[in-house]
C-alpha cells in the first residue's frame, strides 16, 4: 500500500527525498567543522567552508523537488555539492550524487547516466588531484571523499539502470499492447468492410439482373390485350422472380459459421439462363461459345457468370433503343475471353446508383486475377470485355 501510495503522490516522494539528502548532508558539514583544520594541509581553511558550502548544499537538496522533469539539471546541481565537498573539504559527502545519478538512468536513459557519472568523477578526481598535490588538501581526506561519491554514484546508477530499464520495459509492452489494439480494430473494421461489399455485390448481381427481367417482362404483359400471349411473360415473371429469391437465399447463405460453411452457394453457370431471360424479355439475345471449356474453378466460373448478368443487365436497363445482345464466350489455352456487346446508341459508362455495377464487376474479376474494360462498341453500342487468365487453373490440374 505504501508503494501504491508514493506512485499516486510523487510530489510527496521527492519532498521526503529532499529532506533526507539535506539531513545526510548537513550532519557531516556540521559536525566536522571544528576539525576542519586537520583536513588542510597547509592548515588554513578554505573560502568555500563555512556558510558558503551550506547554502550550496541546501540549494542541491532542494532541486531534488524537480528531479523527476529536470534530471540533467539536478545531477550537474549534484556534481557542484560535491565539488563543495571537496573543497571544503569534508571527509565524505551527502548522497545528492547517487541520487541524481539514479534519477539520470530512470528518467533519461543508461546511456546518458554512464557519460554522466563518468565525466563528473573524472572532473572530480582531476580536482583531488590538483588539490593534493600542491597540499591544499590531505591526500587521504581527498581521496576518501572521491571513493565515497564514486560508491554513491555507482550504487544510484545501478539501481537507476535496473528501475529505468524495467520501467521502459513496462512501457514498451504498454504501448505496443495499444498499438495492437488499434491494428485488431481496424483489421476488424477492414473484414467488416470487405464482407459487407461482397455480399452486396452479390445481392446486386442478383437483384439488378432479375428486377430488369422482371420489369421488361411485366411492360411486355402490360402492353399486351391477348391473355393468352401474356400469360407465358406472367410465367417468366414468376419463374424469375423464383429463381432470384432462391439465390437471394443461398447467398445469405455466406453468412453462415464455418462449421456449416459447407451449405453456403455454390458457383452455377447462368450464362445460359441470362441470354434466355435477355431473350424472354424481347430483346434478340445470342450466345455463342468457342474453344475446348476447361475445368474451371468455382471462382472463375462465378467471375464468368457475373460477367455475362452485368453485361447483359446494363445493356437491358441503359442502352437506348437497343435490340439486339451478343454474348461471346471464348475458351482459350491460357485465359477466359468474355465479350457483351449490344447494337443500341452510345452511353456513358453504366454503373448504377449504388455503385455496385461495373464498378463490383471489376472487382470480381480482379479478385479471379483477370481484367474487364467497358466502353463504346466498334460500330454502334456499348461493349464489356473481360479477360481471366487460366495459367493457374493449368497448373493445379
Known amino acids: 500500500m505504501l508503494r501504491q501510495f508514493w506512485a499516486r503522490h ?85 548522497p545528492m550524487l547517487g541520487i541524481a545519478a539514479y534519477t539520470l538512468a530512470v528518467h533519461r536513459s543508461v546511456r546518458a547516466c554512464l557519460i554522466g ?24 581526506i581527498a581521496w576518501n571523499s572521491l571513493v565515497s561519491e564514486a560508491l554513491a554514484a555507482l550504487i544510484g546508477s545501478l539501481i537507476g539502470a535496473n528501475v529505468g530499464n524495467r520501467h521502459r520495459y513496462v512501457a514498451a509492452l504498454i504501448d505496443r499492447s495499444r498499438q495492437l489494439v488499434v491494428e485488431r480494430d481496424q483489421q476488424t473494421r477492414l473484414a467488416a468492410a470487405a464482407e459487407r461489399d461482397r455480399i452486396a455485390r452479390e445481392l446486386h448481381d442478383i437483384v439488378a439482373h432479375s428486377l430488369t427481367v422482371m420489369v421488361a417482362l411485366a411492360e411486355g404483359v402490360a402492353a399486351s390485350n391477348d391473355i ?41 453457370d447462368t450464362t445460359v439462363a441470362t441470354v434466355d431471360s435477355a431473350r424472354a424479355a424481347g430483346f434478340d439475345a445470342t450466345l455463342t461459345v468457342s474453344g475446348d471449356r ?36 471464348a475458351y482459350r489455352p491460357d485465359a477466359v475471353e468474355v465479350d457483351i456487346v449490344d447494337d443500341g446508341e452510345p452511353v456513358v459508362p453504366t454503373l448504377s446508383p449504388s455503385g455496385y455495377g461495373l464498378r463490383g464487376l471489376r472487382e470480381r474479376v480482379i479478385l479471379a486475377g483477370g481484367s474487364v474494360t467497358a466502353g463504346a462498341g466498334p460500330g454502334r453500342g456499348w461493349r464489356v470485355h473481360a479477360r481471366i487468365p487460366l495459367e493457374q487453373e493449368n497448373h493445379d490440374r
Open 294 to 329: 476447361p475445368q474451371l474453378s468455382s471462382a472463375v466460373q462465378l467471375a464468368i457468370s457475373r460477367i455475362v448478368q452485368e453485361g447483359v443487365t446494363n445493356a437491358m436497363r441503359h442502352a437506348r433503343h437497343a435490340e439486339r445482345i451478343d454474348v461471346r464466350v
Open 10 to 94: 510523487p510530489v510527496f516522494a521527492d519532498i521526503l527525498t529532499a529532506l533526507i539528502c539535506l539531513a545526510f548532508s548537513l550532519v557531516p558539514a556540521t559536525s566536522y567543522e571544528d576539525r576542519i583544520d586537520e583536513a588542510v594541509g597547509l592548515g588554513q581553511r578554505w573560502p568555500a567552508t563555512g556558510p558558503f558550502v551550506m547554502v550550496i548544499i541546501v540549494l542541491g537538496c532542494a532541486s531534488l523537488l524537480v528531479r523527476r522533469r529536470y534530471p540533467t539539471v539536478v545531477f550537474v546541481g549534484a556534481v557542484i555539492v560535491s565539488l563543495a565537498y571537496l573543497l571544503a573539504p569534508l571527509p565524505t559527502g551527502g
Open 117 to 140: 557519472v563518468g565525466a563528473a568523477l573524472g572532473v572530480m578526481a582531476s580536482v583531488v588531484a590538483v588539490l593534493a598535490f600542491t597540499g591544499g588538501i590531505s591526500p587521504a
Open 228 to 268: 393468352d400471349r401474356a400469360r407465358p411473360g406472367a410465367t417468366a415473371i414468376a419463374s424469375t422472380g423464383r429463381e432470384a429469391l432462391r439465390d437471394m437465399r443461398a447467398t445469405l447463405g455466406i453468412l453462415r459459421e464455418d462449421d456449416i460453411a459447407p451449405l453456403a452457394p455454390l458457383a452455377r
